[in-house]
C-alpha cells in the first residue's frame, strides 16, 4: 500500500516556519524541496501504480490461462462423460442382447432337456417291458426244460426198464444155450472116452 501524503505535514511545518523566519529565500527553499519530494512521491507512486498495473495484468493472463484450463478439463470432463455414457450404454444394450440370447439358448436346452427326459422314460420303460418278456420267456422255457428233462427222464428209465428186460430174457436163453452146448460137448467128449471133469 504506497505511504501517506507527507505534504498536509509539511505545509503546516512550511506555514509555522513562514510564521517564524519569514524570509522569502527559505520559503523558496522549503517550496523547491517540497515540490522534489512530492515528486518523489509521485514517481513512486507512479512506479507502484506501473507494477499494480503490470500484475493485473499478470493476474489477467493468469486468470485467462486458469480460465481456459478449466474450460478445457470442462470440456474433457464433458468428453469423458459422454464417451462413459455411451459405453455405458453400449454395454447395456451388450448385455440385454447377451441376456436375451442367453435366455433363449436356456429355453431352448429345457425343451431338449424335457424332450430328453421323455425319451429316456420311454426307453426305460421299453427295456424293463423287454426285460420282464425276457424274463417270462426264461421262465417258460425253464418250465419247459424241466418238463422235457422229467419226460426225457421217465423216458429214458422206460427204455433202461425194457433194455434190462430184453437183456434178462437174452441172459435166460444164453444161459440156455450155453447149457445146451455144454452138454453137447461133454456128451462128445464122453463118446470119445474123456472124463470132462479131468479137462
Known amino acids: 500500500m504506497p505511504p501517506k501524503l507527507k505534504g498536509k505535514t509539511q505545509k503546516k511545518k512550511i506555514k509555522k516556519s513562514k510564521d517564524e523566519s519569514g524570509s522569502v529565500e527559505e520559503q523558496y527553499r522549503r517550496a523547491v524541496l517540497e515540490v522534489d519530494v512530492l515528486q518523489d512521491h509521485l514517481a513512486l507512486r507512479r512506479q507502484i501504480a506501473r ?3 503490470e500484475l493485473k495484468k499478470e493476474l489477467r493472463e493468469k486468470l ?5 484450463d478449466l474450460q478445457g478439463e470442462r470440456d474433457d470432463k464433458q ?3 459422454s464417451e462413459m455414457t455411451r459405453q455405458h450404454r453400449s454395454l447395456e444394450q451388450e448385455s440385454s442382447a447377451h441376456i436375451r440370447s442367453l435366455e433363449e439358448e436356456v429355453t431352448e436346452l429345457k425343451i431338449k432337456l424335457a424332450y430328453s ?3 429316456l422314460q420311454k426307453l426305460q420303460e421299453e427295456s424293463e417291458r423287454k426285460a ?8 417258460d422255457l ?3 426244460m424241466e418238463n422235457m428233462e422229467k419226460e426225457y427222464e421217465t423216458l429214458l428209465h422206460a427204455c433202461l426198464d425194457k433194455l434190462i428186460d430184453k437183456l434178462n430174457m437174452a441172459e435166460f ?5 450155453a447149457l445146451s452146448i455144454h452138454q453137447q460137448y ?3 467128449l464122453q463118446n470119445c472116452g474123456l472124463n470132462p471133469l479131468d479137462i
Do not use: P, T, V
Open 132 to 139: 420282464a418278456e425276457k424274463e417270462a420267456e426264461i421262465m
Open 64 to 68: 485467462q490461462e486458469l480460465e481456459g
Open 186 to 188: 461133454k456128451g462128445m
Open 142 to 144: 425253464r418250465a419247459q
Open 79 to 81: 468428453a469423458i462423460y
Open 51 to 53: 507494477q499494480a498495473q
Open 117 to 119: 427326459q421323455n425319451a
Open 173 to 177: 436163453g444164453w444161459k440156455k444155450q
